[in-house]
T-cell receptor, first 113, second 114 residues
Framework: AQTVTQSQPEMSVQEAETVTLSCTYD???????LFWYKQPPSRQMILVIR??????QNATENRFSVNFQKAAKSFSLKISDSQLGDAAMYFC??????????FGAGTRLTVKP | DAGVTQSPTHLIKTRGQQVTLRCSPK?????VSWYQQALGQGPQFIFQ???????QRGNFPDRFSGHQFPNYSSELNVNALLLGDSALYLC?????????????FGPGTRLLVL
């Protein structure tokens, strides 16, 4: 079964600095999708970035980028120029063929002014 | 373009009662998935509906059931509520035709069982 592991329950970053959140996953498949979702206190799960496993190029969305290491089954999220509004729970997720999405336990990110 | 909407936002029930949660998908989406998120944990998949049928189901008892309507909206029903059913229930919609397989989430319904 596919599992997603986030080993950092909490992370902290200074405003304007860079932080990296870690995620590893386990799958025997070669074709799948990986996602990072942000969940602020308002509870709404917001898509941050997605990566298609067959694409070797790392996805980038403005200040957010990923380091996708397929062989190592690692999918980390880098947030550059951190802003106060980035403070939230961040969930790494795995999906294949739009079936049940598997989530990690989450990392709580605090941004210090 | 309205996103995924859910109702109600909060709900308080007592053990043994039944509850119905509602979800309207994002415009253009035809698939609805439901997740349960316990406090401090990641979401757990309950089931997914497509073409008014349950397409896939997670490890949840039969007390959890659902329905999808012709307009793609969906309901989640939970019977014989237990204290452990207290959680945030998230609905996510997606388009079967989308190659990117991205699920977009609603704001959730917070259920408290007393």
């Amino acid at each position: 079964a596919q599992t997603v592991t986030q080993s950092q329950p909490e992370m902290s970053v200074q405003e304007a600095e860079t932080v990296t959140l870690s995620c590893t996953y386990d799958t025997s498949e070669s074709d799948y999708y990986l996602f990072w979702y942000k969940q602020p206190p308002s509870r709404q799960m917001i898509l941050v970035i997605r990566q298609e496993a067959y694409k070797q190029q790392n996805a980038t969305e403005n200040r957010f980028s990923v380091n996708f290491q397929k062989a190592a089954k690692s999918f980390s999220l880098k947030i550059s120029d951190s802003q106060l509004g980035d403070a939230a729970m961040y969930f790494c997720a795995y999906n294949r063929y739009n079936n049940d999405m598997r989530f990690g336990a989450g990392t709580r990110l605090t941004v210090k002014p | 373009d309205a996103g995924v909407t859910q109702s109600p936002t909060h709900l308080i029930k007592t053990r043994g009662q039944q509850v119905t949660l509602r979800c309207s998908p994002k415009s253009g989406h035809d698939t609805v998935s439901w997740y349960q998120q316990a406090l401090g944990q990641g979401p757990q998949f309950i089931f997914q509906y497509y073409e008014e049928e349950e397409r896939q189901r997670g490890n949840f008892p039969d007390r959890f059931s659902g329905h999808q309507f012709p307009n793609y909206s969906s309901e989640l029903n939970v019977n014989a509520l237990l204290l452990g059913d207290s959680a945030l229930y998230l609905c996510a919609s997606s388009a079967t035709s989308s190659p990117q397989e991205t699920q977009y989430f609603g704001p959730g319904t917070r259920l408290l069982v007393l």
